[in-house]
């Protein structure tokens, strides 16, 4: 499905919008959100992509990922991305890091991460976009990403290096927590 989306500088500001299959076409800088989303004991949602789906079809992915749309802000595309794909409202997220990074050819977006936490009874998978879910603690989907013939998105894969401390393609503009779950990161500005 095509959408408007805004495409931004390197300080994230707007200088137009365009059509996601032109800004994809063209390697335009927009947005992009995800959200990982944990139980309250500390195992993380992830996903697998539709069969259907363009990039990384059947691939295992963190719990929301969504473009940013035109006029909408990082918190809205997230809120926006657990209703749609997860069934979920009303959650409470903070944001993680912003980050810049090259998703694959012609996909470069400024992203920002949020964290939650969720009941897994609440959750309501789209089934045209999600082909299933599972939950893993964050040291077994790292051993799972090393060991196993699953396929995890490209994205995915940078953004569990980052959260363990190791080299990923993540370039941080600037990190919001030290949220344990999701590693011991000093704030950078």
Not at 70 to 89: I, K, V
Not at 130 to 148: H, P
């Amino acid at each position: 499905m095509d959408e408007l989306l805004d495409i931004v500088n390197d300080e994230d500001i707007v200088t137009g919008q365009e059509m996601r299959s032109t800004i994809h076409q063209l390697g335009l800088q927009h947005r992009g959100v995800h959200v990982f989303l944990f139980t309250h004991d500390g195992m993380l949602l992830i996903q697998k992509r539709s069969k259907d789906r363009a990039a990384f079809p059947s691939a295992w992915d963190c719990s929301v990922s969504e473009h940013v749309q035109a006029g909408e802000s990082y918190y809205d595309a997230a809120m926006r991305g657990m209703r749609e794909e997860m069934g979920l409202t009303e959650i409470k997220i903070q944001p993680i890091v912003k980050f810049k990074m090259n998703y694959g050819p012609n996909d470069n977006e400024i992203s920002t991460i949020y964290r939650g936490i969720i009941d897994a009874a609440n959750v309501r998978f789209d089934p045209v976009e999600i082909e299933e879910i599972e939950y893993l603690r964050l040291e077994e989907l790292q051993k799972t990403m090393n060991e196993s013939d699953k396929i995890f998105c490209g994205w995915f894969i940078q953004m569990i290096r980052w959260s363990q401390e190791m080299d990923s393609a993540l370039q941080v503009l600037r990190s919001y927590s030290l949220d344990p779950l999701f590693g011991n990161h000093k704030p950078h500005q």
